[in-house]
């Protein structure tokens, strides 16, 4: 499908289950975004399930937003339950403008929900010359080491920093050894997932979509993976004023209340402490990419390249939206 024909069908469909032209806007923008960068799990694939919250009364369309400046530096969003996108859309712009005014930009948000992909609001910052952390939480899917049950999200953790060239330098992972939404997608079009990203809920390996849903991801690196889960954990839910501590509810399968997920924005100009930081950066990139390659490698790539070289090329055909998930997007735009 067209780029701008799906645009407008999204837009179409948000407006139609309550939300303003401008936050319908938002949301589509992150979502045409996501199929873009081929991050698929977090396209359209998605949209069936923030509107079934919207109709379940979990997001609100309608949202009250209060932004409360606490300096010149630090915002303070709470996002009255609406659409991930809006009050993520929110805080980018704030971090943004703070380190612009200041130097640093810090913004905490509360009662979101499922934002996308962070590396879509880092790279805003490294394009305005910033350094940004981005960081969400998100339902259990991943088992605290040394435990059998699930706490963690997949929680992303996302750097950005400018580089020398037009492509920002954005490291955008989650700690699992697959981002969940994967999982969600080869559940919808019956594929199986790869073994060694998840156990069945006996603990076994598995391969089937089902049985990881309802069994537990692995983190990436043990300990460490679940370490960073943990981190971001308290960094976008306990000191944000968002849920923690395996309260954020499955988007998909809970729907008795809103996720109150939390995010946190954290960025800075990348001249604070030196003058020539593009010529720095430039040469850092150039000692990594200079390197004695592996057989069968000809490029080292830095985090971030690959994903505007898919985008351009994407940018360039029609999204591929498997029929499955367009018959329920024409579905939603009919009702
Ligand atoms: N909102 C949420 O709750 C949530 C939860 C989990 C993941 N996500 C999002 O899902 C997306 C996908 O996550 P993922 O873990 O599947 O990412 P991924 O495994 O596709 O990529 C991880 C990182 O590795 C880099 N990379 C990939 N191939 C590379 C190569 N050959 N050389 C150098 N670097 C390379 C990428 O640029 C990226 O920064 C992310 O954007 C993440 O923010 C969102």
Same mark, same amino acid.
């Given at each position: 499908?067209?780029?701008?024909?799906?645009?407008? @069908?999204?837009?179409?469909?948000?407006?139609?289950?309550?939300?303003?032209?401008?936050?319908?806007?938002?949301?589509?923008?992150?979502?045409?975004?996501?199929? @873009?960068?081929?991050?698929?799990?977090?396209?359209?694939?998605?949209?069936?399930?923030?509107?079934?919250?919207?109709?379940?009364?979990?997001?609100?369309?309608?949202?009250?937003?209060?932004?409360?400046?606490?300096?010149?530096?630090?915002?303070?969003?709470?996002?009255?339950?609406? =659409? *991930?996108?809006?009050?993520?859309?929110?805080?980018?712009?704030?971090?943004?403008?703070?380190? /612009?005014?200041?130097?640093?930009? @810090?913004?905490?948000?509360?009662?979101?929900?499922?934002?996308? &992909?962070?590396?879509?609001?880092?790279?805003?910052?490294?394009?305005?010359?910033?350094?940004?952390?981005?960081?969400?939480?998100?339902?259990?899917? =991943?088992?605290?080491?040394?435990?059998?049950?699930?706490?963690?999200?997949?929680?992303?953790?996302?750097?950005?920093?400018?580089?020398?060239?037009?492509?920002?330098?954005?490291?955008?992972?989650?700690?699992?050894?697959?981002?969940?939404?994967?999982?969600?997608?080869?559940?919808? &079009?019956?594929?199986?997932?790869?073994? *060694?990203?998840?156990?069945?809920?006996?603990?076994?390996?598995?391969?089937?979509?089902?049985?990881?849903?309802?069994? &537990?991801?692995?983190?990436?690196?043990?300990?460490?993976?679940?370490?960073?889960?943990?981190?971001?954990?308290?960094?976008?839910?306990?000191?944000?004023?968002?849920?923690?501590?395996? /309260?954020?509810?499955?988007?998909?399968?809970?729907?008795?209340?809103?996720?109150?997920?939390?995010?946190?924005?954290?960025?800075?100009?990348?001249?604070?402490?030196?003058?020539?930081?593009?010529?720095?950066? /430039?040469?850092?990139?150039?000692?990594?990419?200079?390197?004695?390659?592996?057989?069968?490698?000809?490029?080292?790539?830095?985090?971030?390249?690959?994903?505007?070289?898919?985008?351009?090329?994407?940018?360039?055909?029609?999204?591929?939206?498997?029929?499955?998930?367009?018959?329920?997007?024409?579905?939603?735009?009919?009702?």
């Amino acid at each position: 499908m067209k780029k701008n024909i799906l645009k407008n @069908l999204i837009i179409n469909i948000f407006k139609k289950h309550g939300l303003i032209k401008k936050h319908a806007i938002i949301c589509a923008d992150a979502i045409i975004n996501a199929e @873009l960068v081929g991050a698929k799990s977090h396209g359209v694939a998605r949209l069936a399930s923030y509107c079934k919250r919207i109709n379940k009364k979990v997001i609100n369309p309608k949202p009250k937003i209060r932004i409360k400046k606490t300096s010149s530096s630090i915002t303070n969003i709470d996002a009255d339950n609406a =659409v *991930g996108f809006i009050g993520a859309d929110l805080g980018i712009n704030y971090a943004i403008q703070n380190a /612009k005014k200041t130097g640093l930009g @810090l913004v905490a948000v509360k009662n979101s929900g499922h934002y996308g &992909l962070s590396g879509y609001y880092a790279e805003r910052a490294a394009k305005n010359g910033l350094i940004a952390f981005c960081f969400t939480n998100a339902p259990p899917a =991943v088992a605290p080491y040394g435990s059998k049950k699930t706490l963690f999200g997949t929680n992303p953790i996302c750097f950005a920093a400018p580089t020398h060239t037009k492509i920002p330098f954005v490291l955008d992972a989650s700690i699992s050894m697959i981002n969940r939404g994967k999982i969600r997608v080869a559940e919808k &079009l019956k594929k199986k997932i790869p073994l *060694g990203v998840a156990l069945d809920k006996n603990g076994k390996p598995t391969t089937d979509p089902i049985k990881a849903l309802k069994g &537990l991801q692995l983190p990436i690196a043990g300990f460490k993976g679940s370490g960073l889960a943990w981190m971001i954990d308290i960094l976008s839910g306990v000191i944000t004023g968002g849920n923690h501590g395996g /309260k954020v509810k499955d988007p998909f399968d809970d729907f008795t209340g809103p996720q109150n997920i939390g995010h946190l924005f954290f960025t800075f100009k990348s001249n604070l402490f030196i003058k020539n930081y593009v010529e720095r950066i /430039k040469e850092n990139i150039k000692n990594v990419k200079k390197l004695p390659k592996l057989k069968g490698i000809k490029n080292i790539y830095y985090p971030g390249e690959k994903k505007v070289m898919r985008f351009k090329y994407n940018s360039k055909k029609e999204i591929n939206i498997p029929t499955k998930i367009l018959d329920e997007i024409y579905l939603l735009d009919k009702s």
